[in-house]
Structure formats: C-alpha cells, structure tokens
C-alpha cells in the first residue's frame, strides 16, 4: 500500500496582525504594532500550497480560528453585546484585545502532534491538540482546533483524537514544532523524535536564563503515552538551553527532520553525540539508515538561523530518494545562508535542491514555511478517509484565493482591530469557508 506525507497549511487568518505577543521570538517582538496586510499573507500562504501541489506532493488546509475571540473576553469580565465587549475591551485592556485577535493559528506546526499509524498500539492516527499556554494568545486555540482536526479526521476507524494536555506550565506543549519523525518510508514504522526545553519536575536538566522554554520533557512523554508508542520507537532530546535564550522558542528553527534525514545547527541540542546515536540505533531496528547533516557555526550562526529561518524550512522527498528544500526569501538575503546553501546543494548529498518562497508578512510574525504546515504521515487507505473538501486541488485554490480577495483587508493596525465590524467581517467570511471545505459547524458563533 502506498503512503503519503501530507503537508496541511494553516490558512491565514483575517485578523492577521503584528502584534508582539510572542516573548521569545525575535520577529514578532521586533515588528510589534507595524502595519500587516492579511490578504498578502493568505495569498502568500495559498500560493505555497499551490506550488507544492503542483510539484506532485499532497498538500491539505487546515482552517484558522475565529477572532476577535468575543468569549474569551467575555470569561475576563467584559460585558454586553459583541460590539460593546470589543469596545470595553480597546478602552479598559487593549493588550488582551490584540491578544484575543491574535491569527497565530495560522502556524499550524503548533496545532497538535501527530503518530502516524504504523508507529501507534492501536494501529490508527494519533493526535493531540497542544495546550500551548505557554502564551495566553495561543493558549485559546486548542478547542477550536480540536473541533476542526475532528472535522478533518473524522473517520474513527482510522483516527484517534485526544484533548489538550492539561493547561499548567508542568505540561506545557507545543505541538509538532518539537516533533518530527524518522523512518525508512511513510508507511513503515519509524522513531518519534520529540525534543523539549525543559523538564517540570528533574533539577538535572538545565533551563534557558532569558527566554520561556516553551516545551517540557514531561509533556512529550505524556503525548508517547497517549499515542501508545513503543519505547524502541521514540527518542527524546534537549535543545540547547542557551539557543533558546538566542531566540529559538522551538526546535523547527534549529532543526527539521524527513525521511532518514536530520538537517541541525551544531549548537541545536545538549549532548548530540549521544542522541544521533540513539536515532541511528533505534531507526536501523525498523530497516532505516538515520542521516545527519550538521550546520557548523563557523558556516551559520545561531544568529544567521534565527534571522534567517534557514531550519524552519521544509524537507520533501522526491520520488528519486533526493530532497527538496523549501525555505524563506530570507534565506536568499543573507549572505552566509545562502553560501551555505550553494554548498549543500552542489555536494551531491542527500539535499539536491533548494526553493525559494516569499512569506514576508509570516516571517515578519516570527513563522517560516515549516510553521505554516502540520505534517500527516497516510496510507492510501487513511487518505481516502480524510475529509476530501481540505485536500488541495486547483478547483480549491482558486475558490480560497476569490474567498480571500472577497473578504480579507490588505491593512490591519491595532486600531483596526478595536472596530466592531471586524468581527462581522470575519464570522461571515469563517462561516463561507466552512462550506468551501466541507467542515460543518466548528466555530462558537456556528454552534453557540
């Protein structure tokens, strides 16, 4: 039976702002309250599904949330009708007015983690929505997301969906942003590969000094469990605490892993040496031979890899055994970077070739291509099961790309979004795409 990587793109919200909400991420705090074009980025985000299509990969969509989010202002003590609970909001506490219009969602890398089923006790897919309260922006997302992943995945048969971990710092989660997988083909078992921050509870584990480490080892074994993971089938390793202080708030923007590959910085994780060593074990038990591609320091520095985006970047198979990488227009305009990627690419390595995407107005919020897509590893029989009106056509691309232009404005400050008919705009607009994709009633206002 054949088997698919399925990448599903968040869609852009409409409310898509800068509004500083992310301590810890270099881009979102250093283009606080500028100007932001959310139709450019939901045209920026749908023209990278398209082309993936096009180059024959399965690409899906994966809705955003609703915003302003009226009900969590509503559970903070303001009071009224829609528009007054808004209104009280920009007057008495603008801060959790941005916070409560975030369009965060869109890096869906943060919406859950997910087990294929050849790796799981049960033989389905497996996933878990992140609690990510680390943030109070992004800790709201989770039942949205929840209910929209169940639309998506909706078959039992051949999927399993769990609640969010519980919402305290101990088990704090962030979803596939510290997750990936190896294995020798999408369809075989493989080894789960979780990376945290930090632990809650053992002292012997260092932490950052300066930023959050946003993701606990105690959360991710917690995931393992609920996914029913084989021990043999999963390694878990600690990024380095001092690159978080650098702003790497999760490992996609140090590391990102495909297939048998890992692509790192060196200064990535704690005690490399030992963990390659159990990738390549563990990944040989199941038939695979695990590969590193190291980034040395002296070619990128942290500092280049955080500007840059170079690791939050997509690894693609191609259907020759070679792959692809997709990264940022950034990465074209720093000089180093893109020497380095010169270099790799003409090596005759396992990386042959690199494209280029222009995701300004994402990258501008601290989110490159690889925050954009949660990963879905299918068999031919999971992928009939999935709702067809997520999977990417060109029919769809055109509907979402004259979805988009009907509804979305191409500027949005913090004024904007202390008016009214912002949220009329965006339930009418949220309302259409939920019969453009098929999804049913999966937002408040629809089922409230």
Same mark, same amino acid.
């Given at each position: 039976m ?8 968040g ?5 898509h ?8 991420n270099?881009?979102s705090q ?10 450019e ?10 082309a993936?299509m ?5 690409q899906?969509?994966l ?19 829609d528009?007054?609970?808004?209104q009280?909001? *920009? ?25 294929p089923?050849?790796d ?28 929209v ?21 101990q088990?704090?989660?962030?979803? *596939? ?9 999408y ?5 789960e590969f ?13 932490a ?17 469990r ?16 001092s ?11 140090? *590391? ?37 591609v190291?980034?040395p320091?002296s ?58 995407f ?18 879905? *590893?299918?068999?031919e ?22 979805w ?13 979004l ?13 309302d ?17």
């Amino acid at each position: 039976m054949k088997s698919y990587e399925v990448n599903f793109d968040g869609l852009v919200g409409p409310t898509h702002n800068y509004g500083g909400l992310s301590y810890g991420n270099v881009a979102s705090q250093s283009n606080s309250q500028q100007s932001s074009n959310p139709k450019e980025a939901a045209l920026q985000g749908l023209a990278k599904m398209k082309a993936l299509m096009d180059m024959g990969f399965q690409q899906g969509v994966l809705a955003p949330q609703e915003r302003p989010d009226v009900a969590a202002l509503r559970r903070l003590g303001f009071a009224g009708s829609d528009a007054q609970v808004i209104q009280q909001a *920009a007057k008495e506490a603008m801060p959790l007015l941005v916070a409560s219009c975030s369009a965060s969602s869109m890096w869906v890398a943060n919406a859950a983690t997910v087990s294929p089923s050849a790796d799981t006790a049960d033989g389905r897919v497996h996933f878990t929505a992140a609690n990510l309260n680390c943030k109070y922006h992004r800790s709201i997302e989770h039942p949205t997301t929840s209910r929209v992943l169940g639309a998506m995945f909706a078959n039992p048969q051949h999927f399993a969906h769990h609640a969010a971990l519980p919402a305290v710092a101990q088990f704090g989660d962030e979803g *596939a942003a510290n997750h990936t997988r190896f294995c020798r083909a999408y369809g075989e078992a493989g080894v789960e590969f979780f990376v945290f921050g930090r632990s809650a509870f053992d002292t012997r584990y260092p932490a950052p000094q300066k930023y959050p480490a946003r993701q606990t080892l105690e959360a991710s074994q917690a995931v393992a469990r609920l996914h029913g993971l084989r021990e043999e089938g999963v390694v878990y390793a600690q990024q380095n605490p001092s690159v978080i202080d650098q702003g790497v708030f999760h490992n996609d923007v140090i *590391a990102v892993g495909n297939g048998e590959v890992l692509f790192y910085h060196e200064d990535a994780f704690l005690e490399t040496d030992k963990m390659l060593a159990e990738l390549s074990s563990k990944l040989a038990k199941v038939g695979g031979k695990f590969q590193s591609v190291c980034v040395p320091r002296s070619a990128v520095t942290v500092d280049d890899a955080v500007r840059s985006y170079l690791f939050n970047s997509q690894l693609l198979s191609r259907p020759d055994g070679s792959m692809l990488l997709i990264v940022p227009e950034e990465c074209r305009g720093n000089e180093r970077v893109w020497q380095y990627l010169q270099g790799l690419t003409g090596a005759g390595g396992v990386i042959r070739e690199v494209k280029v995407f222009d995701l300004k107005q994402s990258m501008q919020n601290g989110g490159g291509p690889a925050c954009l897509r949660l990963r879905v *590893a299918l068999n031919e029989t999971e992928l009939a099961a999935v709702n067809p009106g997520v999977i990417m056509t060109a029919p769809l691309y055109e509907s979402l790309t004259q979805w988009v232009e009907r509804h979305y404005r191409d500027r949005m400050t913090e004024n904007d979004l202390a008016d009214p008919q912002l949220l009329l705009e965006c339930r009418g607009a949220l309302d259409e795409l939920t019969q453009i994709l098929k999804l049913g009633a999966v937002y408040p206002f629809q089922i409230n």
